[in-house]
């Protein structure tokens, strides 16, 4: 099976200091790719290479074979957690979605109240994100993340916050998509997380890359 992900020679110095140092990986489609290491190791660092929001200093990302930065400028057809997203804080869950697929406009009410649902949101309230709870704007963070059904989801923690009924939803949903045929790209700092979902794990160290499953 051909990679959907190739990462060579990636090497990423800021000021000086390299944060990643000559990155080789082949990540095929259709897994759970897990990224596990120490904060400052790197993980954050190297998937906003992958999607394409910083460029390298040598090396280059492919995903199906085109070059991120070259070709393309970011991954198409994927989801993505990095850090937390800037949702409108007066707008409800339903209308920051809504906001956010107006340009393309390519989804629908029904798919966006769907989507909602799917993450144990309620299409329907009338509460504003000012008054979300941290678990409830990482609920609304994966809708974004899966709403126009991307082949590819990267996500960075994106168990944060959520309490154990919100976890044990958020890896179901996450074995849902790769039953589906979704690649995943999964970094997280919860041991458990890693073991149950991963299908091969690497770490990051000082910049450094190993598979360690």
């Not at 990986?25 to 759970?32: D, R, Y």
Request: net charge neutral; proline share 4%; glycine share 8%.
């Amino acid at each position: 099976m051909s990679p959907l992900i190739e990462i060579e020679n990636y090497t990423k110095i800021i000021k000086n200091q390299t944060i990643l140092r000559g990155i080789n990986l082949s990540l095929e489609p259709g897994l759970i790719h897990g990224f596990v290491g120490y904060n400052g190791s790197g993980k954050t660092m190297l998937f906003k290479g992958i999607c394409g929001f910083i460029r390298p200093t040598e090396g280059e990302v492919r995903i199906h074979g085109k070059v991120i930065g070259v070709d393309i400028d970011f991954p198409r057809n994927a989801g993505i957690i990095i850090e937390q997203p800037n949702f409108i804080p007066e707008f409800t869950a339903f209308n920051n979605l809504k906001y956010l697929v107006k340009i393309k406009n390519c989804i629908g009410d029904e798919k966006i109240a769907a989507v909602l649902r799917r993450v144990g949101l309620d299409p329907d309230a009338k509460k504003k994100i000012r008054a979300f709870s941290l678990g409830m704007k990482q609920r609304l963070a994966l809708a974004q993340a899966i709403m126009e059904d991307p082949e590819l989801l990267i996500l960075d923690e994106p168990m944060n916050a959520l309490d154990k009924e919100g976890v044990a939803f958020a890896r179901q949903l996450l074995l849902d998509l790769k039953a589906a045929g979704v690649t995943i790209l999964l970094c997280s700092h919860v041991a458990d997380d890693i073991e149950y979902l991963c299908d091969d794990v690497w770490r990051l160290d000082s910049g450094n890359i190993e598979q360690i499953k």
